[in-house]
């Protein structure tokens, strides 16, 4: 699986950004899916995860209630829909793909795509 994320920019606090991830290969429907982050200075976060049906999310505690995971097997996508943001929230975000079930940390994933640069300004 390749994955490739884009999407990312600057915006306002308070403001809404969408990531998706573009996957190629045949077992991306098959493929849970997550999303992390890292900021400058830190390590990389988990965000947010799907299953490969997208009928099972989780999401980080600092980003329930504002960010939203979603996927449409159909076109081999999955997204990130931000809202309220924060200056907090501006990272590196990545988006990463694994067989079997959803998973929460960073070493269980096994296909990464690029990174796309969030910018959320005060």
């Known amino acids: 699986v390749q994955l490739q994320a884009y999407g990312g920019g600057l915006v306002q606090a308070g403001g809404s950004l969408r990531l998706s991830c573009a996957a190629s290969g045949r077992t991306f429907s098959t493929s849970a899916m997550g999303w992390f982050r890292q900021a400058p200075g830190k390590e990389r976060e988990f965000v947010a995860a799907?299953?490969?049906?997208?009928?099972?999310?989780y999401n980080a505690d600092s980003v329930k209630g504002r960010f939203t995971i979603s996927r449409d097997n159909a076109k081999n996508t999955v997204y990130l829909q931000m809202n309220s943001l924060k200056p907090d929230d501006t990272a590196v975000y990545y988006c990463a793909a694994r067989g079997g079930g959803v998973a929460t940390t960073s070493p269980e994933y096994d296909y990464w795509g690029q990174g796309t640069l969030v910018t959320v300004s005060s």
């Open positions: 799907i299953n490969w049906s997208g009928g099972s999310t």
